[in-house]
């Protein structure tokens, strides 16, 4: 695997200090949106409207925007469209670290819109992409657990690093680290654009590039190359039919679209009632959630950065998501029956075989499509689980309202999260079933080149 990840020191390194700069200031988000929308107060309806009119548009504009960046980066490489989010991104933590006050405020929020449609899901499906483009296909699902962990770290990191800086200090410093990752970027980072790897391709192998002089190599590529789904002439910009045609041309694909769904569908409805629930439930307080959440990104980031690589060659992506997903599910379970404090922290470890989920979806779609299209198709999963992030909050904050009511019909304040829950078991029902038809039809191919 150190061979096929030689290339990607710099992308790691990229993808670590935009998160770390994006996640340091969110703990102080709130603080400053109250001052300046309303001073004094520790409750504001308006602060809370705001939130959910930017998540909207933010989402929406992530649905259109990411598949198209996406396609653009298979013409005109990798690089030159992750420049885009990671530049736009500097822009609203350059204002907030100049001033805070409320004009300065609205600013920032208008420019936290506009960097959030071309930042949410963009970096992610980009970087995806670019693995795609040097990691041969068996070891793809490890190499995206890696850049998962990155992600990961980052939280946690910026987090941790939120909690011993001052407020005034948290969006200069912020901001600077975004500039050097941009800087970063630019002068380190070799370009990549629609060339994926196959199995034993010189091209994507260090060790067989500094061998090929001397001897030829014998490996033959176990991964056929796949042919282009979209039409020739509309590869600049496909529609809304080619893109639905190119979703669903395929069970894998199709599948994949289906599983991101309801998975990110689940998660936002999950992390939209879970705080809520738990501080009604038990009187969870700030350090509560802070240690809860950093539980979270620890396990994620142990499971991605070590657990995932090791088990991925051994099991495959189809194995993992499956048992991610049933991990995922016993986890909003636990967390809906919680009957003592400390079980949403036993639940909060199940993240260990939840993380499985994504970096797996991510390597089945990469293996499926060609290598021209790589950069749309990340796109595409990562504009279908905006769309879910969107319907989350839409459809889960009256339920969780309701169920957390005191004149509600039954009292069981963890409903809403059940039913987040069942998001995830749909999911995981999915996965058994691709499952399924993925092995009848490798035993009917077998079956017939027998007959031949």
Known sequence: MNTDLAGLGHLFVVFFLFHFSSFMVIPAIIDVTMEAVCPGRDECSVAIYLSGFQNAVTGLGAVVVTPIVGNLSDRYGRKALMTLPVTVAILPLFVLACNRSEVYFYVFYVATIVAGIFCQGTMHSLCFAYVADHVRPRRRAAAFALLSGVSAAGFVSGTLTARFLAASYTFQVAAAVATATALYLRVFLPDSG???????????????????????????????????RLPPHKAGLPSLSDLFTFLTGSLAMSGAATITFFCSLGERGLDTALLYYLKAQFGYSKDEFADLLLIVAAAGMLSQLTVMPILAPILGEEILLIVGLLGGCTQVFLYGIAWSYWVPYLSAAFVILSAFVNPSIRTNVSKNVASNEQGIAQGCISGISSFGSILGPLIFTPLNAWALSETGPFNFKGFSILCAGICT????????????????????SIVQQEQA
């Open 194 to 228: 629609g060339v994926s790897c196959t199995d034993g391709d010189q091209a994507c192998d260090p060790l067989l590039q500094a061998s090929s002089s001397s001897t030829s190599s014998s490996a033959s590529s176990s991964d056929e190359e796949l042919s282009p």
């Open 425 to 444: 078991v749909i999911a995981f029902i999915i996965s058994l079933r691709m499952r399924g038809a993925q092995s009848s039809a490798c035993k009917k």
